[in-house]
């Protein structure tokens, strides 16, 4: 079956710093990844999306990079600030298969 | 715009009882889909309706069901409540053929006895 996992459950980084979250996907013929960001109490937001066409994608602040070949994803925050503490979560698939989560803290 | 919006926010419910959690899409969307968010884990997919008809299951047993309605709102029946139906049930909506950007609600807590 597909799976979606994430290499490091939480993730603690300095403000300012920027921050790289991991995750893995089984499914070799997916071709849609999207990352959400959940904070405490609410539901997922939509951060960024990729294709399988493209291996980089840029928003603001930002920075999805997709490895075909390890089926490797990772989302990149810029100058992470306070409000980017939340779980992150990768999906791929039709119908959104999640991964388990990292958990950013961002220590003022 | 409105939001995705999901009523209750929170209930308790006895082993045994059965519940039905509402969701009212957003504004222009005509798919909802459901997810069940245990504690610490990631969303998990129930379901998802399209056109008043489910579209796709995961791996829920019959007792989850759903319904959609003409005006793209829907509804989670879970029968028979088990311990572990214990979690956020969260919906979400879409355009149908808007690939994976799903807006969700902020979910329904559930908890059961």
């Known amino acids: 079956g597909e799976s979606v996992g994430l290499h490091l459950p939480t993730l603690s980084v300095q403000e300012g710093d920027n921050s790289i979250i991991n995750c893995a996907y089984s499914?070799?013929?997916?071709?849609?990844f999207i990352w959400y960001k959940q904070e405490s109490g609410k539901g997922p937001q939509f951060i960024i999306d990729?294709?399988?066409?493209?291996d980089k994608r840029q928003g603001q602040r930002v920075t999805v990079l997709l490895n075909k070949t390890v089926k490797h994803l990772s989302l990149q925050i810029a100058a992470t600030q306070p409000g980017d503490s939340a779980v992150y979560f990768c999906?791929?698939?039709?119908?959104?298969?999640f991964g388990a989560g990292t958990i950013l803290r961002v220590k003022s | 715009e409105t939001g995705v919006t999901q009523s209750p926010t929170h209930l308790i419910k006895t082993r045994g009882q059965q519940v039905t959690l509402r969701c009212s899409s957003q504004?222009?969307?005509?798919?909802v889909s459901w997810y069940q968010q245990a504690l610490g884990q990631g969303p998990q997919f129930i379901f998802q309706?399209?056109?008043?008809?489910?579209?796709g299951r995961g791996n829920f047993p019959p007792r989850f069901s759903g319904l959609q309605f003409p005006n793209y709102s829907s509804e989670l029946n879970v029968n028979a409540l088990e311990l572990d139906d214990s979690a956020l049930y969260l919906c979400?909506?879409?355009?149908?053929?808007?690939?994976?950007?799903?807006?969700f609600g902020e979910g329904s807590r559930l908890t059961v006895l």
């Open positions: 979400a909506s879409s355009f149908w053929g808007a690939n994976g950007e799903l807006f």
């Open positions: 499914n070799s013929a997916s071709d849609y």
């Open positions: 990729i294709r399988s066409n493209m």
């Open positions: 999906a791929t698939g039709d119908k959104l298969v």
């Open positions: 504004s222009g969307h005509n798919t």
């Open positions: 309706y399209y056109r008043e008809e489910e579209n």
